[in-house]
């Protein structure tokens, strides 16, 4: 009699194996070699260091030029593939809600002179101001977090970001696909809690929940210090003349006296933190200027009411010491409860930060020298189908540990590095859609002692942005 726990490993490979097979039809050129480099990425032993060494790998049968082939050549179907991630189990918070992070991650390329698109990308430093600007491939990437202390994320979505680009404007577009494709898949119903969005202090918080409004999320995004907001514009006075006042007093983050003493407040004590003690204030907007995003907006600015939560803790792991956090929400009117189940899920934001050191120490998602940005695309998104592999797998794979680590205190809360160890032991059992390889002769190659007559051009670096001219040409058109 079959057991349950045999019946649930069945279930689960069943999974992956249909995720496998829907993968292998969205690679459209160049499928065997893709979607072996991808299993070669999975099963290589240790860290992957360069795209080369993943032809070694016993899993991958081609050769080295069939590897560069496939990243140079290869396509895939970037549409049907999000469908297919779309469709895999979301986890879920402990009320049922699906909280989703956003943030940018960069491939640095400072020596890649002839690649295109490239930006300036912020790195942070050691020391204070210690922060620089070094060209690379910025990518924003979408996923649903976990509750609890934890390593794992399910990464949704990634695009890479151009120099043409608004950092908001596609922040909004890439949210409102991710959250339509999950409520295609049936993972948001009517009458379901509503989607929470995280962000860091980049993000237009409420500009995001403008252009979100008629979608069922909210938006959490944390907010520098300095900051100015306005309460809602007391009632009006009988008999009182003169145009009706759109804004009311000031809040002032770095000024306690614009705080009023009414307050909500909560106290919870924490592990790693000590005590936590969080307060709020509702209705609060900030007073919007057509500049920016907000320059090609008719007539008047909208009044985008949210809740603004300053949490405060006693210490940082480590030395570091604590300064308080701010937090804008688009919700209003939430009570105290609600307050702290914000303020948590927003430090679940930094998951994604392990998600981002997995994939660049251990699966290698920054170290090929890829010339050009669509071959570093067609490599994120095999990224992306391996850790959602290891992501569906993580309950079936055994720890395989070195002699000088410890033992998992849970065997089934692996780190995405030991459930990747694992994974070439239980990769017989699923579907191996690639064919096998055809005999072949490499090319001749370019012959010796000839000299390349057709160099790459060395390419610029920065955002294009809108010139005097067109702002001009735009203010007429409208007058």
């Not at 459209?28 to 080369?52: I, M, N």
């Not at 949704?156 to 898949?185: F, G, N, S, Y």
């Not at 792991?317 to 303020?343: C, H, K, N, Y």
Request: charged content about 25%.
């Amino acid at each position: 009699m079959t057991s349950v726990h045999d019946a649930g490993m069945a279930g689960v490979l069943g999974d992956v194996s249909w995720f496998r097979q829907e993968f292998y039809q969205c690679l459209t050129t160049r499928a065997d070699a893709l979607f072996e480099l991808t299993d070669a990425a999975l099963c290589a032993e240790g860290p992957v260091t360069s795209l080369v060494e993943l032809s070694l790998a016993a899993e991958h049968r081609r050769g080295h030029g069939a590897l560069y082939d496939g990243m140079n050549q290869g396509r895939i179907d970037i549409n049907r593939f999000r469908t297919v991630v779309a469709r895999q189990s979301i986890p879920r918070f402990d009320d049922g809600r699906i909280v989703l992070a956003i943030d940018v991650s960069n491939w640095l390329r400072p020596d890649a002179a002839t690649c295109p698109d490239r930006l300036f990308c912020h790195t942070y430093g050691r020391g204070k101001g210690q922060a620089q600007m070094i060209p690379g491939w910025p990518y924003s990437v979408v996923a649903a977090l976990e509750p609890g202390r934890t390593s794992w994320t399910a990464v949704l979505d990634v695009q890479r970001l151009r120099p043409a680009d608004e950092d908001t404007t596609v922040a909004a577009a890439q949210l409102r696909k991710v959250v339509e494709r999950i409520i295609a898949a049936g993972h948001w119903r009517d009458g379901d809690p509503e989607i929470w969005i995280v962000g860091d202090a980049g993000y237009d918080g409420p500009r995001l929940a403008f252009v979100l409004a008629d979608l069922p999320v909210r938006v959490l995004v944390r907010v520098r210090s300095d900051r100015l907001l306005r309460f809602p514009v007391p009632e009006r006075v009988s008999g009182q003349g003169g145009r009706p006042a759109r804004h009311g007093a000031e809040f002032r983050f770095a000024n306690p006296q614009t705080w009023p003493e009414s307050a909500p407040t909560s106290t919870t004590q924490t592990s790693r933190y000590g005590t936590a003690v969080a307060r709020c204030w509702d209705r609060l907007h900030p007073q919007l200027t057509h500049r920016g995003v907000w320059a090609d907006h008719d007539g008047d600015l909208p009044i985008i009411e949210g809740t603004v939560i300053r949490l405060r803790v006693d210490h940082l792991p480590g030395d570091g010491q604590p300064q308080p956090l701010w937090l804008w929400f688009s919700g209003v009117g939430i009570t105290a409860a609600e307050m702290d189940r914000v303020w948590q899920a927003f430090l679940r934001r930094f998951d994604l930060e392990h998600t981002f050191r997995f994939l660049k120490q251990t699966m290698g998602w920054t170290r090929p020298r890829v010339r050009t940005p669509q071959a570093a695309d067609r490599w994120t998104w095999l990224l992306v189908a391996a850790y959602t592999q290891l992501r569906l797998v993580r309950g079936l794979v055994a720890d395989v540990r070195r002699p000088w680590e410890q033992r998992a205190r849970d065997p089934d809360r692996l780190t995405p590095a030991r459930v990747r160890r694992g994974f070439r032991n239980i990769r017989p059992t699923m579907v191996l859609p690639a064919g096998a390889p055809k005999p072949s002769r490499p090319g001749p190659g370019r012959p010796q002692g000839s000299r390349n007559t057709r160099p790459a051009a060395v390419r610029p670096v920065g955002k294009i942005t809108k010139t005097d001219i067109q702002v001009t040409t735009r203010k007429k058109q409208a007058g």
